[in-house]
């Protein structure tokens, strides 16, 4: 059996703990035949006959990807790390929603979020559910409002955005996965260990006994490393080591968005909201999609409290270059909105920080650090993801809120003789982010996904109305 590596593992600790699963959304016209008209005039027999196919197709696909195999298993005491092993494909994990409108949707969406890891009724080390809502009205885009959605809710242990994006990809491409069809952290073909009951005990000893037998020397392996990640960084080095970019937004005070408003009562209630509007006209914001939505950010964070101190920051996520075996592979980085610019001169801005983020990402003393930070014992790294899951509200954080961006590709995906016609996603919301923003484009149109429980459904209708101004001005 395969460790799963460390930013993939502490990915699934921090699962147990508080909700993190994805939820990517992928909107379908309706057949072009027109067969799916029979639902709406009344005939329910052959509109379930209709969903039952599609979620057999599903099936069909999903049996031909290999990422979709995987399940796993945890080392007792975790004194090691997880293991990926390989487990069939049941019915159950394919679940038809009822629902009328595109509003009915969301709704679930967020009640799934909200309700955390068992959400979907799937299980920490189950990794996946695919649920279907039929024929629904007042879709976005959609002609005349009819529409198909299909959600593929995914442990982040899978995979981040890019690598579920991918895996989305092989569910939904119109010509159907081919064998074997893997994202980049698996090969396609390759075989992974089967779990066995009689010999999953013998299994689970033996690999605690083999974590807790190298905990010392992987925690001397790590210091050691630190130790010359720690000197990289001094004044000894090269100053070639220090000719970096300036370095982040400062943190700041939580805003009015980063806690619960007091109108909304506990538990919190997530919200969802979206907003599709063409590729060319987030263009026209910022010389990149991220760039030109976090522009427009910029202009309409301030006017709902977003704001410390005079700055808008969001924590926005930055995907490095796939490493091989590692399914999590990115970072995040505050960046200044500057609101107090023109839209123009900000996205320009703000198109320089992105850059000098992924400069000093790339840096050497960064790669040593995380090199040092690989080698900490399993243990260790899962007593930490508990702590941190546990620790006070901070006095600062990182940003107002959070962006994850991801293009998902060409709109050639299909499903029941539906074309594509947008994608959605929405990033976890936390105890100190109240309102996360989701950016995903297919072919030529982008929608940003909006999830909050820091707002109230009036101010968030507002909030959603302004973004559909600036970007249509």
């Known amino acids: 059996m395969r460790a799963l590596s460390p930013p993939d593992a502490a990915m699934y600790w921090r699962s147990l703990n508080s909700p993190t699963d994805q939820f990517l959304l992928y909107a379908f016209a309706l057949s072009a035949d027109g067969a799916d008209g029979n639902h709406r005039d009344g005939n329910h027999r052959d509109g379930n006959h209709r ?8 099936r069909e696909r999903a049996d031909r990807i290999a990422d979709l195999h995987l399940r796993i298993d945890p080392v007792p005491g975790n004194l090691d790390f997880p293991r990926w092993t390989r487990t069939p494909i049941r019915d159950d994990q ?22 955390g890891p068992a959400a979907g009724g799937r299980t920490p080390d189950e990794l996946w559910r695919v649920h279907v809502f039929g024929d629904l ?5 959609a002609a005349g409002g009819h529409g198909r959605v299909v959600i593929l809710q995914m442990s982040h ?10 895996i989305a990809r092989c569910l939904l491409s119109a010509e159907g996965p081919p064998a074997g069809s893997a994202s980049s952290g698996q090969r396609s ?19 605690a006994g083999v974590g807790l037998m190298t ?31 300036s370095t982040t937004p400062a943190a700041i005070v939580p805003t009015r968005l980063n806690v619960s408003a007091p109108a909304v009562a506990a538990p919190k209630i997530t919200r969802l909201r979206t907003v599709t509007v063409p590729r060319e006209r ?25 704001s410390s101190d005079g700055r808008v920051v969001a924590e926005v996520t930055i995907a490095r270059e796939p490493v091989a075996g590692q399914r999590n592979n990115f970072f995040t980085t505050g960046i200044d909105l500057r609101s107090d610019l023109p839209l123009a001169d900000r996205a320009m801005v703000i198109d320089q920080q992105l850059r000098d983020a992924r400069v000093r990402d790339d840096a050497p003393v960064r790669r040593a650090e995380r090199r040092a930070a690989a080698q900490a014992p399993a243990v260790l790294e899962s007593l930490a993801v508990v702590m941190n899951a546990a620790s006070a509200t901070p006095a600062r954080v990182a940003g107002t809120t959070i962006v994850s961006s991801v293009n998902r590709g060409p709109d050639d995906l299909a499903l029941g003789g539906g074309r ?21 484009g297919i072919g030529d149109v982008v929608t940003i996904s909006i999830a909050s429980h820091s707002m109230v459904e009036a101010q968030l209708d507002r909030y959603v109305a302004a973004l559909e101004a600036v970007f249509n001005a």
């Open 51 to 58: 969903e039952g196919a599609i979620l057999g197709e599903l």
């Open 157 to 166: 242990a899978l995979g981040d955005g890019r690598t579920a994006s991918a």
């Open 189 to 207: 073909g390759e075989e992974w260990s089967r779990r066995v009951p009689m010999w999953g005990y013998v299994s689970d000893a033996c690999a």
């Open 282 to 306: 987030v263009r026209l914001c910022g010389p990149s999609v991220t760039t030109g939505v976090l522009a427009v950010l910029g202009t309409v964070l301030p006017e709902i409290g977003g």
């Open 215 to 245: 905990t010392l020397p992987k925690l001397a392996a790590a210091m050691a490393l630190g130790i010359d990640a720690w000197r990289r960084a001094g004044p000894t080095e090269a100053a070639g080591e220090h000719d970096l970019p």
């Open 420 to 440: 594509v016609l947008f994608t959605a996603g929405f990033p976890a919301l936390s105890a100190v982010h109240g309102l996360s923003h989701g950016v995903h």
């Open 137 to 141: 009205t007042q879709l976005p885009t």
């Open 94 to 115: 394919f679940r038809l929603h009822p629902g009328d409108t595109w509003e009915d949707c969301l709704l679930t969406i967020a009640d799934m979020m909200d309700r």
